[in-house]
């Protein structure tokens, strides 16, 4: 479903994302793990266009971005970090307007929205204003919104980030029904090691921009022997999973000298 080799992405001279490849099977809950500032985001950004590659090859269900950009986009569905919601509209009518803006026809559309409301446990509260919803109805809200046209994959960019851990389970267990039920492959990015090893069945870690090791959460503890994935993860990047803000400040100030030039 996913397939990337050699990619790479430079802002000036600042190297982010620096040759990295991977595949990801249709139907698989696939994490990549890593330090702030390691190329995450950077790679989910490149992963749904916003941002274009440097080089490498990046294909999406066997289409190249570079090619076919507007056909990706209707592939997937995707949760960033930012809330995107618009909190003074109901959670009916962001769903609509999601809707809308797909093309998903009408009565779809309803069915849908009614599906996945009752499924993330909004439905009762789909006329209700979204500024009047909790972070963690607000975020049930977005992943149930990127999934409303029905796409064949969904990024999640630390979709669980600031919940309290019943939040964190409930809506994990949302996700995998309906990655069982509607084989949606998802492809998350977390800070939670405990989430990732009970989710995914594949990771990828990535630090200072490279790919550092891909196997399931057994065989890198098998890899590293070690007894969780936490370790693991250690023993393979040398920080904890909150460690480097140096190098995601590093990263923005590189970032932002590189734009700054280009304003001139």
Do not use: C
């Amino acid at each position: 479903m996913i397939h990337v080799a050699g990619l790479s992405k430079k802002f000036g001279d600042f190297t982010a994302v620096d040759q990295i490849s991977f595949d990801v099977a249709r139907g698989e809950i696939f994490a990549f793990l890593g330090p702030n500032g390691a190329g995450k985001t950077t790679t989910i950004k490149m992963l749904t266009t916003l941002l274009t590659p440097t080089s490498g090859t990046l294909e999406i269900d066997g289409l190249d971005l570079r090619t076919h950009a507007n056909d990706v986009r209707k592939t997937f569905g995707i949760v960033f970090q930012d809330p995107s919601l618009d909190g003074d509209m109901t959670g009916a009518e962001n769903m609509e307007l999601h809707g809308i803006f797909y093309h998903v026809p009408r009565k779809i559309r309803a069915e849908r929205t009614e599906y996945l409301l009752k499924l993330f446990e909004l439905w009762d509260r789909r006329t209700s204003v979204v500024k009047t919803f909790s972070g963690g109805m607000k975020r049930r809200l977005e992943i149930a919104r990127g999934l409303l046209h029905t796409p064949k994959i969904l990024f999640l960019d630390e979709p669980t980030l600031g919940l309290d851990p019943q939040t964190r389970n409930q809506l994990w267990t949302h996700v995998k029904r309906l990655n069982q039920e509607e084989q949606v492959t998802v492809f998350l990015t977390t800070h939670y090691m405990d989430e990732a090893e009970r989710v995914a069945q594949r990771i990828a870690i990535i630090d200072h921009g490279k790919i550092v090791a891909q196997n399931t959460p057994d065989g890198l503890k098998e890899e590293t022997k070690t007894q969780s994935l936490e370790e693991a993860f250690l023993s393979l990047t040398g920080n904890t999973i909150r460690d480097e803000a140096a190098s995601s400040n590093e990263q923005l100030r590189q970032m932002a000298k590189m734009w700054g030039g280009n304003r001139r």
